[in-house]
């Protein structure tokens, strides 16, 4: 399949869920249980596809690498156990390891708290050439932080810089440092994965119910859950404040995993194929010195 195809087909699968212009944006415009025309029927299909998603990724992230001109930045934000890690665990296992990062930012530490809110994930931004991955980000600043205004209190920032306009101000600053990061060769794509109450429910069981899940839950998630009306809240708004053509957001639906990742794969793959990437090109001088190389092999 020619490239352009396969971009194609992996835009029939993203477009519907992708959001560029916020300012009509409404979170239940979007069911967390879509599946576009899959059923539970379809997903031994939509598993396949998956895995030709997973070998397209591997073979446009070699270009990438060598390429060495695009950085690319992908954000997951999303409620617990809605399925951050397996989409990143089964959509990028076909990824060279020596091009791509995934950095997961949990509370900040006291290093953290005496810099700006900011400079814990700007200092970790994909090189060129790399994909790097951030599961959760500061976008952090503008949902727990929201949530629960103590935590902005503990960040040590002057009086004067917190007013009711703090998150407004955040969402500036967000849109320009994407709008700096774009303009400079960093593609940004960003992933909210849709699960709805009543399967993160299904899942804490599962959690608490399996020996071998024991250790994913914790009793944060579930003292989370009482915010949740207030977290969906902070969501649609900063999705309504940060969606923009240059760093889109996809309203993923994450209540069938199958889908999910497949959804998070079409995306990175559109992205990357929309790239034009080439493997380097050589000039003369080098193909004379490759030449002299062969010859000098084979008399060996």
């Known amino acids: 399949m020619k490239l352009k195809e396969i971009r194609d087909k992996a835009r029939q699968f993203a477009k519907p869920f992708r959001v560029t212009e916020g300012g009509k944006f409404r979170l239940r415009d979007f069911d967390p249980g879509d599946t576009l025309d899959f059923d539970s029927g379809d997903k031994p299909r939509a598993e396949e596809a998956l895995r030709e998603g997973v070998e397209t990724l591997a073979r446009l992230q070699d270009r990438l690498y060598a390429q060495d ?80 205004p103590e935590l902005l209190a503990r960040q040590k920032l002057p009086p004067c810089r917190i007013d009711r306009d703090v998150w407004k101000h955040r969402f500036q600053d967000i849109r320009s440092v994407e709008r700096y990061l774009v303009r400079n ?47 969906m809240r902070a969501y649609e708004d900063m999705i309504r404040h940060t969606a923009t053509p240059e760093a889109p957001w996809y309203i993923v639906p994450a209540d069938h995993k199958w889908f999910t990742r497949l959804v998070v794969a079409a995306a990175v793959i559109e992205t990357l194929a929309s790239l034009k990437l080439e493997y380097p090109t050589i000039d003369a001088a080098k193909r004379k010195e490759l030449a002299a190389a062969k010859r000098a092999l084979l008399k060996k």
């Open 69 to 148: 001109r695009w950085g690319v930045l992908i954000l997951f934000q999303a409620m617990d156990a809605a399925g951050k890690d397996s989409a990143i665990k089964h959509v990028m296992s076909g990824i060279n390891p020596q091009g791509c990062e995934v950095h997961s930012f949990k509370a900040p530490s006291a290093e953290d708290l005496d810099h700006d809110y900011l400079w814990r994930c700007m200092k970790v931004l994909p090189r060129r050439g790399h994909i790097g991955i951030f599961n959760r980000s500061y976008y952090e600043e503008t949902l727990v932080v929201r949530v629960h």
């Open 185 to 231: 060769g960093v593609v940004v794509r960003k992933f909210f994965l849709h699960v709805s109450k009543k399967e993160q429910k299904q899942r804490f069981l599962e959690r608490i119910e399996k020996p071998e899940k024991n250790w994913k839950f914790s009793a944060a998630d579930l003292a989370e859950r009482d915010h949740w009306d207030d977290y």
